[in-house]
């Protein structure tokens, strides 16, 4: 294949129809990288499974969006796996928009879970891990059709906790399904790429193109300027205020960060003079916090309007409810942002989409974007490569220092991209040059068996295969599983498993009733297997049965539920609840006080941090204010507390599946169920109505505000107009259209009041509040006014060719008469009783009144709620009548409304023939 081919080499394996639509036209593609091209010659379109290692922004993850197309165009399912929430969520985004046209594309992790019977008839699945690990353990039946799988950031393989989870997944699909598998990396060491290659029975496809070029480089306070590995070197004088610290002494760790902190201000001074977009790395949150606001309080400028509108779409869509947020909004005018773990995910999102469109100039953060996510700059600048912070002290990795400096290049804006490390004294400057900005990513080894104070995998990956799989029962089957993974083939002679396999079952699976050996075979108890399937640790099977025996005792309370699932292993080790010392006697006090709601004794730091959690869901229940709640305990950002609902909400759903399969009562289940609404939405338990059926478009401040004005349920919102619903109900009317529409889609409801419904919301957004009470009193009146709003409505659509005239009630006489020139077009008999029954074929008939006007149409409206049965249909239809009903009176002021239909249209519409009009019969007739 000739070098740089054109993307119409794609067009042999994909349709060409997609290949220009999606390829060409919408991504501007014209001719296919390095990486791609190779792909192709080493058999991605054959199914020949391959470890892609290329630099960042290299057309990677475009490798596997080919493959997965092709599988797609053939019928076949399709997995694309990532580590991070954020990157499923750019990527589902990404896919949904271009793909949805031609086949379903699904997202499926903890915030996302795409429903598994839609996933079933999906072509692509932009998942986690850790959720399709979960869904081979509960050998859901659509994985039989899955034939690719693609894995983003495939050297995490090497991280502690998602490397395990990976591995074990990996292993199973190929064990029970075969799919070809496409690993992507832009840091893989050569050797650990060709030991997974071998693993996974895989060919490797290795570039070192970069549609743009990276420069990597120091800044040095000695010589106070930049050097870069390809020779070029940029002066650039520190501050004054800082050539008082002795260049040659060795600095403290304080006066390290304060130097390098300030050395990179005048290094962006630099770069924004030349109109460069950066990207700072930090340590911490507050570091983060505070670089960037240090960056405004030395009058750094960079507002444009674009800047402005960004940070009052922050305001807009997340309001400014702590400090942190509204420190945000003004640093964002400013054309800067930080970005870390402790803000929403909607703010992320927000300073994400700013800076690709360049709104923001300047962004500092914490690793969060140091991976995966699509966000390159002109310049990187990484603060410091020591990490001071528990748990993670010590040295960045050349892989996490890769990643960072690899988000340099910006190929639309520039063909080469910047990065630069900070060094405060000579040892530092050549230990960076030799650590980092010369030497290659370390080999990564498995974490499978690696046990730590902190972690081990391996008690919950043998409870989860003896549970889950059929074929393994015995410690030969174990172990024979464990040779075929990345650490069967790093570690071939299995030294010890067998020992620590046998350890852990006889030690604490079965102890804990998790297995039992019958005959020298292990089976999983029916514990066992619900654990396994929830996906928890045999590590909070303890605390999960104490708190279920305490609620079964004494009662269910909120606090035993929270002390329990906070206090599960699994919480404490995917959230990171610091309790801090100052915090311990606070703690200790709300314990004591509650003593007889938690179910444990506080002894260990992981007490207290169950505790403190404990406390900050009990407070987001309440309703108490998210800024409070930050206030009133140390180190909690609004991203955290996002992230302890989130992770709760997981627990929680692991231990209903738990109680549910162990016979639990319903009473304890469906207080569990009622919990997980509480939590999800911080409400006291009489909102939880309001939440039904999943509600998200109102937040609890709204929900209040409803209760108070005297709607309880979704059916008491639905009985109003969104004028009505904002007034009464103090949200915004946009807010109450939104609200109204998703009962539709939310709640049950027969389709005749989802129809009224959506009718009235759509003349309230497009026609305002007279047109959505015109619409709402059509179907709500009865009796003679009923026939008054059906008259206003004639006089809508008709006026002003056609005179409606409502003549006065006399025996024989119809409701109302339509002419034109004098002569009668139309005579229509209202019929709305207060019990919206259908009405009977004699009242039907009473339509016939109107002959004696000699009308072309002889019409009957109603606003009955069910359209009559056949038989009565064929009636109507050889009486020449035409059964208005309100459902296609409102569509024919809908399409006037919006200068769709003329009077002489709605006139000819009526004419057409005799039989129902309604609003399924004006979709067909306007081919919807």
């Given at each position: 294949?000739?070098?740089?081919?054109?993307?119409?080499?794609?067009?042999?394996?994909?349709?060409?129809?997609?290949?220009?639509?999606?390829?060409?036209?919408?991504?501007?593609?014209?001719?296919?990288?390095?990486?791609?091209?190779?792909?192709?010659?080493?058999?991605?379109?054959?199914?020949?499974?391959?470890?892609?290692?290329?630099?960042?922004?290299?057309?990677?993850?475009?490798?596997?969006?080919?493959?997965?197309?092709?599988?797609?165009?053939?019928?076949?399912?399709?997995?694309?796996?990532?580590?991070?929430?954020?990157?499923?969520?750019?990527?589902?985004?990404?896919?949904?928009?271009?793909?949805?046209?031609?086949?379903?594309?699904?997202?499926?992790?903890?915030?996302?879970?795409?429903?598994?019977e839609v996933m079933a008839e999906c072509s692509l699945i932009v998942a986690t891990y850790e959720k399709i690990e979960l869904l081979i353990r509960q050998k859901i039946d659509w994985l039989k059709e899955v034939k690719l799988v693609i894995v983003d950031e495939i050297e995490l393989l090497d991280h502690e906790r998602r490397g395990p989870t990976l591995e074990i997944l990996l292993t199973r699909l190929i064990k029970d399904y075969d799919p070809q598998i496409i690993g992507l990396s832009a840091t893989l060491n050569p050797e650990s790429a060709e030991e997974i290659c071998k693993w996974l029975n895989s060919e490797l496809v290795s570039s070192d193109f970069r549609p743009t070029e990276l420069i990597e480089g120091l800044y040095s306070t000695i010589s106070?300027?930049?050097?870069?590995?390809?020779?070029?070197?940029?002066?650039?004088?520190?501050?004054?205020?800082?050539?008082?610290?002795?260049?040659?002494?060795?600095?403290?760790?304080?006066?390290?960060?304060?130097?390098?902190?300030?050395?990179?201000?005048?290094?962006?001074?630099?770069?924004?003079?030349?109109?460069?977009?950066?990207?700072?790395?930090?340590?911490?949150?507050?570091?983060?916090?505070?670089?960037?606001?240090?960056?405004?309080?030395?009058?750094?400028d960079c507002s444009t309007s674009s800047s402005v509108e960004l940070a009052m779409q922050l305001s807009e869509k997340i309001g400014f409810t702590t400090s942190t947020l509204r420190k945000l909004q003004k640093v964002m005018k400013r054309g800067f942002a930080f970005h870390h773990a402790g803000l929403p995910y909607e703010a992320r999102s927000i300073i994400e989409a700013g800076y690709r469109s360049r709104a923001l100039r300047v962004v500092c953060s914490t690793t969060t974007l140091a991976a995966g996510v699509n966000l390159p700059a002109d310049v990187v600048i990484i603060l410091d490569h020591e990490r001071k912070s528990i748990p993670r002290?010590?040295?960045?990795?050349?892989?996490?220092?890769?990643?960072?400096?690899?988000?340099?290049?910006?190929?639309?804006?520039?063909?080469?991209?910047?990065?630069?490390?900070?060094?405060?004294?000579?040892?530092?400057?050549?230990?960076?040059?030799?650590?980092?900005?010369?030497?290659?990513?370390?080999?990564?080894?498995?974490?499978?068996?690696?046990?730590?104070?902190?972690?081990?995998?391996?008690?919950?990956i043998v409870l989860s295969l003896i549970a889950t799989d059929e074929s393994i029962s015995t410690k030969r089957d174990l172990i024979s599983f464990i040779s075929k993974t990345f650490y069967g083939l790093q570690n071939q002679s299995l030294e010890g498993v067998g020992e620590r396999i046998e350890s852990i079952i006889n030690n604490l699976l079965i102890p804990l009733n998790l297995v039992e050996e019958i005959n020298g075979k292990y089976k999983a108890t029916k514990l066992g297997i619900a654990f396994a399937k929830a996906g928890l640790s045999p590590n909070s099977v303890n605390i999960v049965m104490k708190g279920f025996e305490t609620i079964e005792s004494k009662g269910f309370s909120e606090l035993r539920m929270l002390g329990t699932l906070t206090r599960t292993q699994d919480f404490l080790d995917t959230t990171y609840i610091i309790p801090y010392p100052s915090e311990i006697n606070s703690l200790l006090q709300a314990y004591n006080q509650n003593i007889d709601e938690f179910p444990f004794q506080p002894l260990e730091e992981e007490d207290f941090a169950a505790i403190k959690a404990s406390l900050i869901l009990r407070e987001w229940i309440n309703e108490t204010d998210e800024n409070k709640i930050i206030e009133n305990f140390m180190g909690v950002y609004s991203g955290d507390l996002e992230r302890i609902k989130e992770v709760s909400l997981w627990i929680l759903d692991s231990l209903i599946y738990i109680a549910t399969e162990i016979g639990k009562s319903n009473q304890i289940i469906n207080k569990m169920k009622e919990l997980g609404i509480r939590i999800n939405n911080g409400i006291k338990t009489e909102l939880i109505p309001l939440f039904q059926g999943g509600i998200k478009s109102i937040n609890r401040k709204e929900a209040r505000n409803l209760f108070e004005g005297g709607y309880r349920t979704p059916q008491d919102i639905i009985k109003d107009t969104p004028s009505k619903l904002s007034?009464?109900?103090?949200?915004?009317?946009?807010?109450?259209?939104?609200?109204?529409?998703?009962?539709?889609?939310?709640?049950?409801?027969?389709?005749?009041?989802?129809?009224?419904?959506?009718?009235?919301?759509?003349?309230?957004?497009?026609?305002?509040?007279?047109?959505?009470?015109?619409?709402?009193?059509?179907?709500?009146?009865?009796?003679?006014?009923?026939?008054?709003?059906?008259?206003?409505?004639?006089?809508?659509?008709?006026?002003?060719?056609?005179?409606?005239?409502?003549?006065?009630?006399?025996?024989?006489?119809?409701?109302?008469?339509?002419?034109?020139?004098?002569?009668?077009?139309?005579?229509?008999?209202?019929?709305?009783?207060?019990?919206?029954?259908?009405?009977?074929?004699?009242?039907?008939?009473?339509?016939?009144?109107?002959?004696?006007?000699?009308?072309?149409?002889?019409?009957?409206?109603?606003?009955?709620?069910?359209?009559?049965?056949?038989?009565?249909?064929d009636n109507i239809i050889s009486n020449n009548i035409r059964y208005l009903h309100i459902s296609g009176l409102v569509e024919l002021l809908l399409l006037s409304w919006n200068n769709e239909i003329g009077p002489d249209d709605v006139v000819n519409i009526l004419r057409k023939k005799p039989g129902i009009i309604d609003r399924s019969f004006l979709f067909q007739y306007f081919g919807r």
């Open positions: 294949m000739n070098e740089n081919p054109s993307v119409e080499v794609l067009k042999k394996y994909i349709d060409p129809r997609l290949v220009d639509e999606v390829y060409v036209n919408k991504r501007g593609i014209k001719s296919l990288w390095e990486p791609q091209y190779k792909a192709i010659e080493a058999g991605i379109f054959e199914g020949k499974s391959l470890i892609v290692m290329s630099p960042p922004a290299s057309g990677k993850t475009l490798i596997g969006e080919f493959a997965a197309v092709q599988k797609a165009f053939k019928g076949e399912k399709s997995l694309f796996l990532v580590p991070y929430k954020a990157l499923a969520d750019e990527k589902f985004r990404v896919f949904n928009e271009d793909y949805g046209l031609w086949f379903k594309t699904a997202i499926f992790t903890r915030d996302h879970s795409t429903p598994l106070e300027e930049i050097i870069y590995k390809n020779g070029e070197k940029i002066k650039i004088d520190l501050p004054p205020s800082l050539k008082i610290f002795n260049k040659k002494q060795m600095l403290g760790g304080f006066q390290k960060s304060f130097i390098k902190e300030h050395a990179a201000l005048s290094i962006i001074k630099e770069y924004l003079e030349q109109k460069k977009q950066i990207l700072v790395f930090a340590e911490t949150r507050s570091q983060a916090e505070d670089f960037i606001t240090n960056l405004v309080a030395r009058e750094f002290a010590g040295p960045l990795k050349v892989m996490e220092y890769k990643n960072m400096a690899g988000r340099a290049g910006r190929p639309e804006f520039s063909d080469k991209g910047y990065s630069i490390i900070i060094a405060t004294h000579k040892v530092e400057e050549s230990q960076l040059w030799a650590n980092y900005i010369d030497k290659g990513p370390e080999k990564i080894f498995s974490k499978l068996c690696l046990k730590t104070n902190k972690y081990d995998p391996l008690p919950e007034e009464k109900g103090k949200i915004k009317k946009a807010r109450a259209r939104q609200l109204l529409y998703e009962i539709t889609e939310k709640i049950q409801l027969p389709s005749h009041e989802k129809v009224r419904i959506r009718q009235i919301v759509t003349a309230d957004k497009n026609y305002g509040n007279t047109a959505a009470n015109l619409v709402a009193s059509l179907y709500d009146a009865h009796g003679d006014k009923f026939t008054h709003f059906v008259e206003e409505s004639l006089k809508v659509l008709l006026k002003p060719d056609y005179k409606v005239l409502r003549l006065e009630i006399e025996r024989g006489d119809p409701d109302i008469i339509v002419k034109k020139d004098e002569k009668c077009i139309m005579t229509i008999e209202c019929y709305a009783p207060k019990s919206r029954e259908t009405p009977s074929i004699s009242k039907i008939l009473e339509a016939n009144k109107g002959r004696k006007f000699n009308p072309e149409i002889l019409a009957f409206c109603t606003n009955a709620v069910r359209i009559p049965q056949k038989e009565i249909i």
